[in-house]
């Protein structure tokens, strides 16, 4: 019996699907492990989604046919149950168990920037603020936003206007949103639930400006959750998705809060007004790197797995047309085309999975060394991060439209989960900062490293390479050549060293010819966003490919991550084969060898397409679709999901209102 299921009951498969699992080349048991990280925690991840799945609280029974007010009611129930399961159950929300409790839940929680707030404090505040605050908030006693985006700004954050004004005679900070734009827009669970914000603000002493710095202000009452005086307060009203969410506005007239609310730990105004900074400027933006690092793994890769899953399984039971003449209609999977779309964008979850184990690795040791002092390796955090993030939320949005179109006209169905997935993941491309200013953070590191390097400084690990010459010319001589990781990776680093070092010569260029540096860097902008693509693609690609050559794993199993990776690199070099022909690394006769390359793969993996998303291991509940369920019964669950709407047990008021007039005028004549 499969884990997930309660009972033995209806677990006939499709036929179709079944002989997709026949015969598997390798064990998907071992290879869930392996995503895991051990047989034990994908033990623990089963224990925790079933424990979850049981519940009939969080049950997601008729989930397409709810209301925005019950999705929200039903998101906010969720959590505070859930609080007191942990609790009961004695996890651990920061421990083994917490890392599956959100995938668990697939999201249908509120409070999610609550848990922001808490990381504000417990990495920005003082032993004393972590000590006054973070209990309440733990305990839910108050319930916390971030409130950073306003309605004129977002990503740039110098660019934000509420301020936070030092009065030294009252020891207070003066909180006021001067205008419209500085209106706090968008911050989730501010709408209707929170009872304090995290603001961030331009702080202000002795009419100088001190820049951005987080301020804890109450903006509910704790008795009747009622507005504070001077706060102006509410939801922003219906979006494109995330119906369960009450993203608000806020405006702040005259707020007073003790100095005591300023977060200190590494930046503080002594009593007499004298700012002292402690560590690196970037520190503030350090919560958003946090952010950024959880939601790769737990909201963005989570949506392409969960596509990818549903796309290939519906892909190997929905037939259509005919191939051979005479013959049975063919599995759609069959067809090269559908190969093509949606078998690269698998790979892709392999990559991007083996990417985020790195970017986590990184962040804990960036994370430990701030805690001891040590800045050092902060910007290289960020970068990588700001690339990383701008690089897979784009890649895995268009990835699962293509996953939806694939399926055909059910893709377009909420029953087939892929429109809430897309409408979802697509809202990661602006949130916790926009993907082309995110980039150009990203290159604003690659050039400075650029330059750096070009001056014989040493460089950070992520961008030695820049150190080295611009390889030459590729030498593939035949298609197998470009199944060999060291040719690709080469291609990908010659790509992303051109890139940089063209976009570094253009600006210096421009400003020797007399260009101001901002508009010199506004003029190359378009390269530099192209240059971080390039940096960021090669470092996946690089990732992937070590870790498939250092695997201990079954032989079966490294074959096949090791196909993956060759996919996935072949893929980028085909769909963007004018980056790699531009100067000469690659030749047209080249560009053929990887075509016959890239193409012979999809043969190779479609025969394990299935099993290596079933290796994903997601709970038809977790699915929430009908296409993608395991047991591949399609057109029996669309016909169940379709006569459970509510609307089909109701009488017609639009008979009675509209139609019935028109359609009795002449019923005698009939």
């Known amino acids: 019996m499969i884990w997930w299921r309660t009972s033995s009951a209806d677990t006939d498969v499709n036929p179709d699907l079944a002989s997709e699992r026949a015969f598997p080349s390798f064990c998907v048991e071992t290879l869930t492990n392996l995503l895991d990280g051990s047989v034990d925690k994908t033990r623990l991840r089963r224990y925790v989604v079933s424990t979850i799945l049981k519940d009939p ?29 942990i609790k009961e159950l004695g996890w651990l929300e920061d421990g083994p168990e917490g890392e599956f409790i959100y995938r668990a839940m697939g999201g249908e929680v509120a409070l999610n920037i609550h848990g922001v707030f808490v990381k504000s404090i417990s990495a920005l505040g003082t032993d004393e603020q972590i000590a006054k605050w973070l209990p309440l908030a733990n305990n839910c006693n108050i319930l916390g936003t971030y409130a950073q985006t306003e309605l004129g700004h977002g990503t740039y954050l110098r660019g934000l206007e509420t301020t936070a004004t030092f009065d030294i005679s009252n020891q207070q900070f003066i909180i006021n949103t001067p205008r419209i734009t500085a209106t706090k827009w968008w911050p989730g669970d501010l709408g209707k639930t929170c009872t304090h914000a995290m603001v961030l603000a331009q702080l202000i002493i002795k009419q100088k400006n001190y820049g951005m710095h987080l301020f804890i202000v109450q903006v509910r009452s704790l008795k009747d959750h009622s507005p504070m005086p001077g706060i102006t307060v509410g939801d922003i009203g219906p979006k494109m998705s995330f119906e369960h969410i009450d993203n608000g506005f806020l405006m702040m007239r005259n707020i007073r809060v003790p100095k005591e609310n300023m977060l200190s730990r590494f930046s503080e105004v002594l009593p007499d007004g004298t700012y002292v900074k402690r560590g690196s400027d970037k520190i503030n933006y350090f919560t958003m790197v946090a952010v950024r690092v959880s939601m790769l793994r737990q909201e963005v890769l989570e949506a392409l797995m969960k596509a990818c899953t549903i796309s290939i399984r519906y892909a190997a039971v929905r037939r259509q047309s005919e191939l051979k003449p005479g013959d ?3 599995k759609i999977l069959e067809y090269q085309t559908q190969q093509q ?6 790979a892709t979850c392999y990559a991007i999975h083996y990417t985020v184990c790195h970017v986590n690795k990184v962040y804990d040791e960036v ?3 701030i805690q001891a002092g040590n800045f050092d390796s902060l910007p290289e955090l960020h970068a990588l991060v700001s690339g990383m993030k701008a690089y897979a939320t784009e890649t895995c949005s268009n990835g699962i439209e293509v996953c939806r179109k694939a399926c055909g006209g059910h893709g377009y169905s ?9 409408t979802k993941v697509t809202a990661s491309c602006t949130y916790e900062g926009e993907n082309t200013v995110l980039h150009l953070q990203a290159a604003r590191f690659l050039i400075k490293c650029y330059a750096a390097a070009q001056s014989g400084q040493s460089l950070p690990q992520s961008v030695a ?3 080295s010459p611009i390889s030459g010319v590729c030498q593939a001589t035949s298609h197998t050549d470009f199944l060999n990781p060291e040719v690709y990776i080469k291609a990908y680093q010659h790509r992303a060293h051109r890139l940089i070092a063209s976009a570094a010569f253009k600006m210096r260029n421009l400003v020797q010819f007399g260009m101001e540096q901002y508009d010199a860097w506004n003029s190359t902008s378009v390269e530099l966003v192209k240059a971080s693509i390039a940096h960021s693609h090669y470092i996946i690609v690089k990732l992937f490919a070590d870790v498939t050559g250092s695997l201990s ?11 993956l990776c060759d996919l996935h690199a072949l893929h980028g ?4 084969s004018g980056d790699f022909l531009q100067d000469g690394h690659l030749s047209g006769h080249q560009l053929e060898m990887v075509t016959e390359a890239y193409l012979s793969l999809l043969t190779l993996i479609r025969r394990d397409a299935v099993l290596l998303v079933d290796a994903f291991d997601y709970a038809d509940q977790q699915l929430l679709s009908a296409l993608g369920s395991y047991d591949g019964n399609v057109y029996h669950n669309l016909l169940e999901c379709a006569q459970k709407n509510p609307d089909n047990k109701k009488v017609n008021a639009v008979f009675e209102n509209y139609l019935k007039p028109h359609l009795q005028s002449n019923i005698s004549k009939l």
């Open 367 to 369: 994370c430990g060394a």
């Open 328 to 330: 049975r209609e063919p």
């Open 573 to 576: 070099i085909f769909t963007s």
């Open 414 to 422: 909420l029953f087939s989960g892929l429109p809430s997935l897309y």
């Open 57 to 85: 609280v969080f049950s997601r029974e008729g989930h397409y046919f709810k209301t925005r007010q019950e999705r929200y009611e039903g998101a906010v129930r969720n959590i505070l149950h859930l609080k007191q399961k």
């Open 553 to 563: 794993s079954s032989p079966e199993i490294k074959k096949l991550l090791k196909s």
């Open 341 to 346: 779309k949606l078998l690269p964008l698998l």
């Open 465 to 467: 390479y820049l150190s």
